[in-house]
């Protein structure tokens, strides 16, 4: 399992990353979303990957770390994707008002 997560995470990032270098405002949007993704799943496995066990209290469950997951990680995760949200959107109103001052939508601001 961990090796397929590592595999997503370096695809995410690669194509992220070369969407990043592209000459549009529309792949540098796709390309940020693709990173923060990469840096959500792996800001997740930091907290390592825990099968069988229970993310809350439960009942019967002794109260140690043992038996539980780690909130921290996924707690992290969720504060990450609401911090990428609101940069999208303000990057996307960014972007539209630089097309509607310069009637086009390459990074530079020029046609090539």
């Known amino acids: 399992m961990e090796v397929?997560?590592?595999?997503a995470i370096g695809v995410l990032t690669g194509?992220?990353?070369?969407?990043l270098?592209?000459?549009?405002?529309?792949?540098?949007?796709?390309?940020?979303?693709?990173?923060?993704y990469a840096v959500n799943l792996f800001i997740f496995?930091?907290?390592g990957l825990a099968i069988d066990k229970e993310p809350i209290l439960v009942d019967g469950v002794p109260r140690d770390l043992v038996h539980y997951t780690?909130?921290?990680?996924?707690?992290l995760v969720l504060t990450a994707i609401v911090i990428s949200f609101a940069m999208t959107a303000?990057?996307?109103?960014?972007?539209?008002?630089?097309?509607?001052?310069?009637?086009?939508?390459?990074?530079?601001?020029?046609?090539?």
């Open 4 to 7: 397929v997560l590592a595999i």
């Open 15 to 19: 194509s992220g990353v070369w969407l």
């Open 21 to 36: 270098l592209r000459p549009r405002t529309f792949q540098l949007v796709v390309g940020l979303s693709l990173i923060s």
């Open 45 to 47: 496995s930091i907290g």
């Open 70 to 75: 780690d909130p921290v990680p996924q707690a």
């Open 90 to 112: 303000l990057l996307l109103v960014v972007i539209l008002a630089s097309r509607g001052m310069t009637g086009t939508d390459h990074v530079d601001g020029t046609e090539a």
